[in-house]
DNA sequence: ATGAATATTGGACCGATGGACAAGCCGGGA
DNA sequence: TCCCGGCTTGTCCATCGGTCCAATATTCAT
């Protein structure tokens, strides 16, 4: 448990990393949706073309993802988070900078090198006017716990992964799911996120 | 040097802040700006109707700021990071996670509720443009039975609805619909649905 | 014709989901 | 102080959802 693993699909290894952590295995691409376990540390390089989907897929297993590149840039970076991983990296960086990483994501932070991340947080900041409460409509109706779950669900998340982000069990994920389902008249989570979708783009 | 500083207008102390950081110290709004060096570890509190203007200034010394809130919100969490801040976090937290906050932002890392996180990541990339498929171009890539099922499963229908719909099995509706989730690179019908949506809204 | 892709179905397995029934904790109001 | 609504967790259970291992039939291209 709590294996060390550095995904890619050309580098053999990164000298560096073995540096910082000497128990650290190299697994191909392919091999990762079933060799990562919750918990896990993955370093994964961006020379695979569906990183992307592979950070996503790990995340949701619960692995903590830093992903690496070679040229790294705000783009890439914002990509990488929106993956699921909770860090981007130069993938040259000294095995200091590496340990300090891996500190900082296996404590529920974030990881953005920091000239890239006043650029990412700037983005993030400016585009925040338009779309901010979109669909507020029915959720009034929630209680503030209610709503919070309803939108974790509704975004995609797993009552698990809801559970884990709300630092509740997955029990209390359930009932306040349950109440959402009632209160909106809603049979299961997907006519829920279709309910929203849809009250979303009459604000838009 | 490496001071522990609390900063607030009206709130005289948090008993969790101190529990875990006996050395902290409190100080008004209008103190800070002298008092504050480099290297410290700021908590701010956002009862200041300058806030972030204070953060900002704090951060230019090179202080570490995490900012506290007492009712959470995106809109404060990037107001807060685009103020210079590290972190941002409900001021009533168990005295472990400010210690994690602390821990995080102190290693150049990024400190974001969980629930908050997915949203601000996800603002800062939807405003990037950094989707290259549309749906047709999703969809392509999906043979006819296997389109006519994912948007079967994306009104929010059962595998059962759907095979009645198409008057096939459900067997083969999950058959159907595990070829899609391989080809889309998403888990499950949540992710789906989502990823629909998505380029649904960018199309129109 | 032979192989590749597609469509269909079966069985089995197991995790995820939602409901039913119960109950403890806490804060605010009567 | 007592009551109530909101938040939290527990167990049990039926169903749904997703994957793995096959199998058969059809179409299309080489």
Redesign the pocket.
């Known amino acids: 448990m709590m294996a060390v693993l550095f995904v890619s699909q050309r580098r053999a290894e990164i000298p560096r990393l073995h540096s910082a952590f000497p128990d650290v295995r190299r697994i191909n691409p392919d091999q990762a949706r079933?060799m990562v376990d919750s918990g896990d540390r993955i370093w994964l390089m961006t020379d695979h073309p569906d990183w992307p989907a592979l950070s996503g897929m790990l995340a949701a297993q619960e692995a903590i993802v830093v992903v690496m590149s070679l040229a790294p840039n705000e783009a890439e970076a914002l990509k990488a988070l929106q993956a699921g991983a909770r860090g981007y990296v130069h993938a040259l960086s000294p095995s200091e900078l590496l340990g300090q990483v891996a500190l900082v994501t296996s404590n529920q932070g974030v990881w953005v090198p920091a000239e890239l991340l006043s650029k990412v947080v700037g983005v993030a900041f400016t585009s925040l006017g338009g779309h901010e409460s979109l669909p507020q409509e029915s959720l009034s109706a929630l209680?503030?716990?209610?709503r919070a779950v309803a939108l974790a669900?509704a975004e995609g998340r797993?009552?698990?992964e809801a559970?884990r982000q709300?630092d509740?069990?997955?029990?209390?994920v359930?009932?306040?799911?349950?109440a959402v389902?009632?209160k909106l008249g809603v049979?299961?989570?997907?006519q829920l996120v279709l309910r929203l979708a849809k009250q979303g783009e009459k604000v838009a």
Chains 1, 2 share one sequence.
């Open positions: 079933v209680t503030e716990r209610e669900v797993t009552n698990k559970a709300l509740i069990t997955e029990r209390t359930k009932a306040h799911l349950g389902f009632r049979r299961d989570r997907m």
